[in-house]
Each structure stands twice: as C-alpha cells, then as structure tokens.
C-alpha cells in the first residue's frame, strides 16, 4: 500500500510560481508513474502532468508552464509551477500508477489527500 502526502500549495499572486511535493511511503517508488490531478470548485478532477520512466506528458494548459520532476532517492515528486493564473486555481493530488497511462486517472492506483492552491488576480 502506497501513502502519498502532498504539500506546497498556498495563496500566490498572478504571475508567481509555487513547487508543490508529494512524499510517497510504503512501495517501491521508482515502479510507479506518478502524476498530479487538479480540481477547481464545481469542476470535474483534471489531468496536469505526469512523469513515467523517463517519459513526462503535460495537460495542454499547463505545458510551457510547470514542470514535473522526480527523485527516486527521496520517494518524492515535484511540480514546479511558473507564470500562475488564476485559472490554476484549485486542490491538487498527486497520484501513483502501475502503468503509464498518463491522463487517465482511472489508471492510477494511489492518491494523496491534495493541496489547495490559490492563485490571486
């Protein structure tokens, strides 16, 4: 059983950057492809990034924009998120996978409980 515990979010203005974290426990981190969700207020959970072995992909707003990195010493995954708007706003979760199945999050296994990020105008 994986544990996955995310942290970084905040209040940033428009035009800031924030590095969210997500500390997994209890696998083996380097078999998992990991990715962040978001989700807005009255909207459907959607897809951001995701990183699995070697191979990143990224939602189309967000590309450009935020980075998806990993350490496979620490058991952590990053998002690093530049140029903010406040369109990004919302409850982020990092996710774990057996498979490489980027964008669907029915493919992953392991989700963390979220990190609230507000992005001011």
């Known amino acids: 059983q994986v544990q996955l515990v995310e942290s970084g979010g905040g209040l940033v203005q428009a035009g800031g950057s924030l590095r969210l974290s997500c500390a997994a426990s209890?696998?083996?981190?380097?078999?998992?492809?990991m990715g962040w969700f978001r989700q807005a207020p009255g909207k459907e959970r959607e897809f951001v990034a995701a990183m699995g072995w070697g191979v990143t992909y990224y939602a189309a707003p967000v590309k450009g924009r935020f980075t998806i990195s990993r350490d496979n010493v620490k058991n952590t995954v990053y998002l690093q998120m530049n140029s903010l708007k406040p369109e990004d706003t919302a409850v982020y979760y990092c996710?774990?996978?057996?498979?490489?199945?980027?964008?669907?999050?029915?493919?992953?296994?392991?989700w963390g409980q979220g990190t609230q990020v507000t992005v001011s105008s």
């Open positions: 209890g696998g083996t981190f380097s078999n998992y492809a």
């Open positions: 996710a774990a996978s057996t498979y490489y199945s980027p964008s669907d999050p029915s493919q992953y296994n392991y």
